[in-house]
């Protein structure tokens, strides 16, 4: 396995279980867990890659779509569990606002420093944006109807079955997007390879399993202790909830694929950085979102899709900034910086 330095961090695993045995106070776990965290999510991120290899486009693009967000994903069942609602849905919010503002914006200016003009599939992009914006203006709707119904009894009953019935609808988009992606036109998406990694040694199916397994369930104890100590972290820190799930949850749960699409950018492959960063806006509105309100019925804690008014504003603004800045096939870092 080839070393990174993002791999360092894999050394606050063990400091997370020393701070817990020695009851250290919960925002040193906190700021532990979430460092741990991230290599962790860089070793599900690369396993899934290698193994993808093995099994095939078609297998491995729902391995793709299961561990792409899988950090993310565990952290927010795992808040869910604990009945923190509100960090979960900020975290939703977060990592769809993140992945087009940050990731895609820091992508793009890393390459277009470096190269004056740079290119992209234009249909890929504009189908991905599209479904950003559709998906965003599903999440806005049970918003807008909070606002109508607030003074009503049955509020909150009518609200949770809009929620599952936009998330059945949603998981639906997303099983024929990646029908389409995968199947009927995957030659769109074909773009973008890096020749390096061609011919770089591919890990055996059973290390990728074997990696894949152990950082899954190592994340899933990061996770627990991380959730474990949000609260109080952040009353110690005096940040809010919505501050916790929009800004530090998606910035640790998607810090490896971020450090992928600045760096794939940087050599010229913009179909890959682009696809990565849309991809995972994707991912998370019309996979992790569904999943999560499937679970909380799982949980005994039922989650509606009812976000603050300063979200699904954050979340319509950044769709409609995505959709216009793909529709040429092309990027300048002055895009990357709108």
């Not at 817990?20 to 776990?29: D, G, Q, R, S, W």
């Not at 009945?83 to 277009?112: C, H, P, R």
């Not at 079955?161 to 990646?178: C, R, T």
Request: proline fraction near 3%.
């Amino acid at each position: 396995m080839k070393f990174r330095p993002l791999y360092l961090l894999l050394l606050f695993v063990p400091a997370v279980f020393v701070a817990e045995f020695l009851h250290a106070p919960h925002l040193v776990i906190f700021g532990l867990a979430a460092c741990a965290i991230i290599p962790l999510a860089g070793l599900m991120g690369e396993a899934t890659e290698h193994l993808t290899v093995k099994v095939g486009p078609g297998i491995g693009g729902l391995l793709n779509a299961s561990f792409g967000n899988a950090a993310e994903l565990i952290i927010a069942l795992m808040a869910l569990q604990k009945g923190l609602l509100e960090v979960v849905k900020a975290s939703i919010t977060g990592s769809i606002i993140g992945n087009i503002l940050l990731v895609l914006g820091a992508a793009i200016v890393a390459g277009g420093v470096k190269y004056e003009r740079q290119t992209f599939n234009r249909t890929a992009a504009s189908l991905g944006a599209t479904l950003v914006v559709l998906s965003a203006i599903a999440l806005v709707i049970p918003s807008i109807i909070h606002q109508i119904i607030a003074s009503n009894p049955n509020a909150q009953p009518i609200e949770r079955n809009l929620s599952l019935d936009i998330a059945i609808i949603l998981f639906i988009a997303y099983l024929l997007s990646l029908w389409f992606s995968l199947k009927t036109h995957k030659h769109l998406y074909s773009g973008g390879e890096d020749e390096e990694e061609e011919h770089s040694e591919h890990w055996s199916m059973g290390k990728s399993v074997g990696i894949l397994l152990v950082a899954t369930i190592f994340t899933a104890l990061m996770a627990e202790a991380l959730t474990g100590a949000v609260e109080q972290a952040a009353h110690t820190l005096g940040m809010t909830d919505l501050f916790i799930g929009v800004i530090v949850v998606a910035v640790v749960g998607n810090a490896a694929e971020h450090s992928t699409a600045i760096v794939v950018a940087m050599k010229n492959k913009m179909d890959l950085a682009v696809n990565i960063a849309v991809g995972s806006s994707i991912q998370i509105a019309l996979f992790v979102a569904p999943l999560l309100v499937f679970a909380g019925y799982l949980f005994g804690q039922p989650m509606n899709l009812v976000f603050s008014q300063i979200e699904v504003i954050a979340i319509v603004i950044s769709a409609g900034i995505l959709f216009m800045i793909t529709q040429d096939g092309e990027s300048n870092w002055m895009e990357g910086v709108m």
